[in-house]
């Protein structure tokens, strides 16, 4: 099991050299650079400026250094930011980002084993169709269309939620909504079509035989069993919330990272580009790591399969 | 001896695209206290349906139980709500299905499997219920019962999964215990370890048993009284001697013909019933089994024939056994076309 464990760290580590290399190559790949643009500079300040950033040296030594400042954890100080370092405007703004997604990943759970359970046990009724049609709602309804109608709905017409902003709980509320539907409707349909295949299954009629209720049958036997593929979403979803968050953030006006991702990358901002790829990308890995071990818990049968892996 | 669970004129069926299966079509048997019976047919006979009508583990729908009752100790089992037959499943009736390894949950330690119907029904602490666990394991023969209760069902082998089916069924040692097929998903020489350990613990426990089988070879073994169905009919029933030494109807005959014997010739070879069984969708008028009978007469493709008692025990549903059968009319099909 600690095999299995240190095994998926190093794949994540492997997984993680792989991404910067290729994020650095393509950057580089890129035409233009972060100074060109600069109105009015003469060729010497050019050159000066070119200098203090260490792009005059050749790309391979370019990308040495960034990787043993990277094993400092050092982003660098960013091109555009008012020379603020990367790690400064990641800490600054991803406390915003990272609270939106915990509270929407959270309601995606929810939301969605709550429908899925309630489709499931009224497999073919009203209550089945009516929770399906929502979740392919919303599926189908991408969140930059949902995000300003849920604004003009329950914050223009309504006023119960405010527009913009992220100060008080109440303000999570529509952002959170906006950024969760489509997961929302993911884990209903998985968790729906997966717990109609575990109902079914020999094991359940063993705990009806048993004389177990209905709701015990459900929660201890079925949905246990059922959970596995979403585990393994969690860790997409995680890419889905932080990812989906650069549009919502937009729409709603909330400082986080998502505006800095797309900014640095029209500004050509080296090491801001790098910061935040790298950034996002080890949160990424770090949630796949954490469903891999998730698995462990959720599936005993993982552990065995896991212990002969490890030898 | 008092009669534990009566049968009456049970009809089953399913609602299927173009129809509906009739696959049990009115039996009628009763189970006294202590007794062991044996329900004897091939597949689609209708054998399963029963049991699991009288657990009422049907889902409905398509599961539709079309007239009749099912009496278990003094109670209508059709007529109860469903909160009382939870009290009845588990406590009162204890089951056991065919297949081990899918019968078990996964992802639940078997001692909590075992545990969860003592919980339930005897209102036992968590402690107390663990306890009894570990004693019910030991007794269907599972070694290291303390340490093998906290192991998964993926750690145990097939007969020890059956094994632990039988912990589960019998932990509040019920009055009557379905055994569905129990050895059919075993090797033999494991199917003759779990039967030996059932008629062991009916002997301890003097419950009933109603052991569902297409397998005559293992009712020999275990039961009393046989009742052999077919086409959601019961065709034959007497005592375990009765059809194995005194078979009466042409079915039964077949069954038994179809057994391998142990002072048989080695080149004679065994006999088949051909053909097969009749759509249940629309099944015939006369007698179900008319279409593969050597024996059949004109009467029975178009009457069903009833009951004839030959002794106490034994009765058969055949024109041949009819009280008013003449003897030149039993020449067979052949005879008369």
Not at chain 1, 108 to 127: D, E, F, N, T
Not at chain 1, 199 to 214: C, E, H, N
Not at chain 2, 125 to 135: Q, V
């Amino acid at each position: 099991m600690i095999r299995y464990v240190l095994n998926k760290f190093i794949f994540m580590l492997i997984s993680l050299f792989a991404l910067v290399t290729a994020t650095f190559v393509l950057m580089n790949a890129v035409p233009g650079s972060p100074l060109r643009e600069e109105k009015a500079t003469t060729a010497q300040i050019q050159k000066n400026m070119e200098a203090y950033y260490g792009l005059d040296k050749p790309l391979v030594q370019q990308y040495g250094v960034y990787l043993e400042k990277l094993a400092h954890f050092d982003l660098g100080i960013s091109m555009k930011q008012r020379f603020r370092s990367v790690n400064q405007t990641i800490a600054q703004s991803f406390g915003y980002s990272l609270r939106l997604g915990i509270v929407s990943m959270i309601t995606s759970v929810l939301a969605g084993c709550a429908l899925g359970i309630i489709a499931a046990m009224r497999h073919r009724k009203l209550l089945d169709n009516l929770a399906m049609i929502l979740a392919v709602a919303g599926l189908a309804v991408p969140s930059m269309v949902m995000a300003p109608l849920l604004q003009y709905l329950f914050a223009v017409k309504i006023r119960a939620f405010p527009v913009t902003g992220l100060h008080g709980p109440l303000d999570y509320v529509l952002p959170a909504i906006a950024l969760s539907s489509v997961s929302i409707a993911f884990i209903a349909r998985l968790i729906r079509s997966t717990m109609i295949e575990v109902l079914s299954a020999d094991f359940i009629k063993t705990a009806k035989a048993k004389g177990l209720p209905g709701h015990l049958i459900v929660w201890r036997h079925a949905l246990r069993n059922s959970m596995l593929p979403v585990v393994t979403y969690l860790g997409y979803l995680t890419a889905n919330v932080i990812t989906g968050s650069v549009i919502i953030e937009q729409i709603f006006a909330i400082p986080g990272m998502g505006k800095f991702f797309v900014q640095c990358v029209i500004d050509r901002d080296y090491p801001l580009i790098m910061g935040t790829t790298i950034f996002y990308a080890i949160l990424l890995l770090a949630s796949r790591f954490l469903a891999d071990i998730a698995y462990l818990f959720v599936d005993p049968r993982i552990r065995i399969s896991a212990g002969r892996m490890g030898g | 001896m008092k009669t534990l669970l009566d049968v009456k004129d049970l009809s089953v069926s399913f609602g299927v695209y173009g129809g509906e299966v009739q696959a049990v079509r009115g039996i009628s048997f009763a189970v006294t206290e202590g007794e062991a019976v044996a329900i004897v047919g091939e597949s689609g006979s209708g054998k399963s349906v029963t049991a699991q009508a009288i657990m009422r583990l049907l889902a409905v729908p398509p599961g539709k139980i079309r007239g009749g009752s099912i009496t278990f100790a003094g109670q209508d089992l059709l007529a109860l709500p469903e909160k009382e037959m939870q009290k009845v499943r588990g406590r009162q009736i204890g089951m056991i299905f065919q297949d081990p390894m899918t019968s078990l949950n996964p992802t639940m330690t078997v001692g909590a499997q075992i545990m969860e119907g003592l919980v339930r029904h005897r209102r036992m602490s968590r402690a107390a219920a663990k306890k009894r666990a570990i004693e019910l394991l030991a007794t269907v023969g599972i070694p290291h019962a303390e340490s093998r209760i906290s192991q998964y069902p993926h750690h145990f082998s097939g007969g020890m999964r059956q094994r632990a089916m039988i912990a589960i069924a019998l932990a509040c040692s019920p009055a009557l215990l379905i055994a569905d097929e129990p050895t059919t998903a075993l090797d033999v020489t494991i199917q003759a370890q779990i039967l030996r350990l059932m008629k062991e613990l009916q002997r301890q426990t003097r419950s009933s048993i109603i052991l569902i089988t297409h397998d005559l070879g293992i009712v020999a073994d275990l039961c009393d009284r046989v009742i052999v169905m077919y086409a959601g009919q019961i065709v034959e029933t007497g005592t375990k001697r009765e059809i194995f030494r005194n078979p009466q109807h042409p079915y039964t005959k077949g069954l038994l013909r179809s057994l391998p014997r142990l002072n048989q010739a080695k080149d004679e070879p065994l006999v088949p019933i051909y053909g097969t069984p009749p759509d249940l969708i629309m099944p015939p008028p006369g007698c179900p089994f008319c279409s593969r009978c050597e024996e059949a007469m004109q009467i029975c493709e178009t009457d069903v024939p009833a009951f004839t008692r030959l002794s106490e025990t034994q009765s058969v549903r055949c024109w041949l056994q009819h009280p008013q059968a003449r003897p030149e009319e039993c020449g067979g099909k052949g005879a008369s076309a």
